[in-house]
Nanobody, 125 residues
């Protein structure tokens, strides 16, 4: 069956870095765009990145652009999110997701087909 398993979350100080990983199985990974979302308590789930199936386009919202970098390794069926210059407002549960091959202009949660269970990222001193 389809599985997306996130790892790499944890506690980090403001200004620090973390790299999240998401290992996929149960579907043809290279045919799917991959995205990362986050959800903070009391807030809606928001997209923080997307990478197309062929690795030729990416999407970032303005509040993470220049700080977050998404990448993928199709041979390992794994997508990564490198996060740097982290801020307390980046605290959330981070989810990876798989969707149609190309990233839309503004990825929404409804666009994606498969979801992981999430990993907690806490930015605090």
């Amino acid at each position: 069956q389809v599985q997306l398993v996130e790892s790499g979350g944890g506690l980090v100080q403001p200004g620090g870095s973390l790299r999240l990983s998401c290992a996929a199985s149960g579907f043809t990974f290279e045919y799917y765009a991959m995205g990362w979302f986050r959800q903070a308590p009391g807030k809606e789930r928001e997209g923080v990145s997307c990478i197309s199936h062929s690795n030729d386009s990416t999407y970032y919202p303005d509040d993470v652009k220049g700080r977050f970098t998404i990448s993928r390794d199709n041979a390992k069926s794994t997508v990564y999110l490198q996060m740097s210059s982290l801020k307390p407002e980046d605290t959330a549960v981070y989810y990876c997701a798989a969707g149609p091959p190309a990233c839309p202009l503004v990825p929404t949660a409804a666009w994606y087909d498969y979801w992981g269970q999430g990993t907690q990222v806490t930015v605090s001193s």
